[in-house]
């Protein structure tokens, strides 16, 4: 099956740097990479995804990129405040009516004022 | 409405009691997912329905037991829980299985005493 691996595991910044956290996947059948944002005690949501067919998609200060040959993806967060902290997965899935998402562990970013 | 709601917020439980545990969503979606999440660690599926039917069982113990009734509406039934069920079960949905968005609740945290 699916297996993602995702780095660093924490990421600390201060206010105003940017922040990368990178994830890559083995099965080269995914397609679909969304990334979710999980603030203390809250609900795990969706803030950005990229399918197979496009290798990078902006929404303000975040964005994420994707290499398909290499099996890896990344979120890149500018300008960051500290109301961005907190732990964001990244998950896969492949093209078919049974899949499902596989998650990465989580990275906890915590942002400085 | 993007909303997926789960009651109750909070649930503690006996080992030997049964309860169970409700989510809705109205936006449409034929996929909904019960999830599991301890703390740091990203949700683990439990069971996905497809069109009202269970489409995934990820090898969850009988003491959980999902029902669908409608296209809306997803229980989990709890009965005779261990100490290590305790964590966060979220619900998510989706417009249909697959590499689609995944909508998550804002779970319900249990804890068996």
Redesign the interface.
Same mark, same amino acid.
């Given at each position: 099956g699916e297996n993602v691996e995702q780095h660093p595991s924490t990421l600390s910044v201060q206010e105003g740097d940017s922040a990368v956290i990178k994830c890559t996947y083995s099965d080269s059948a995914s397609?679909?990479f969304?990334w979710?944002k999980q603030e203390l005690g809250?609900?795990?949501? #969706?803030i950005i995804?990229i399918?197979s067919n496009v290798g990078e998609k902006k929404d303000q200060r975040i964005a994420v990129t994707l290499n398909k040959t290499a099996k890896h993806f990344s979120l890149h967060i500018t300008e960051t405040q500290p109301e961005d902290s907190a732990?964001y997965?990244c998950a896969a899935?492949?093209?078919?009516?049974?899949?499902? #998402?596989t998650?990465?562990?989580?990275t906890?970013l915590l942002v400085s004022p | 409405d993007t909303e997926v709601t789960q009651t109750p917020k909070h649930l503690v439980m006996g080992m030997t009691n049964k309860k169970s545990l409700k989510c809705e969503q109205h936006m449409g979606h034929r996929a909904m997912y019960w999830y599991k999440q301890k703390a740091k660690k990203p949700p683990e599926l439990m069971f996905v329905y497809s069109y009202e039917k269970l489409s995934i069982n990820e090898s969850v113990p009988s003491r959980f037991s999902p029902e669908c009734p409608n296209s809306s509406l997803l229980n989990l039934h709890l009965h005779a829980l261990q100490p290590e069920d305790s964590a966060l079960y979220l619900c998510a949905s989706s417009l249909t299985q697959g590499n689609q968005p995944q909508h998550f609740g804002d779970g319900t945290r249990l804890s068996i005493l």
């Open positions: 397609n679909y969304p979710y809250k609900r795990p949501q #969706l995804d399918r732990v997965f899935s492949i093209e078919s009516g049974y899949s499902t #998402l998650f990465g562990k989580g906890m | -």
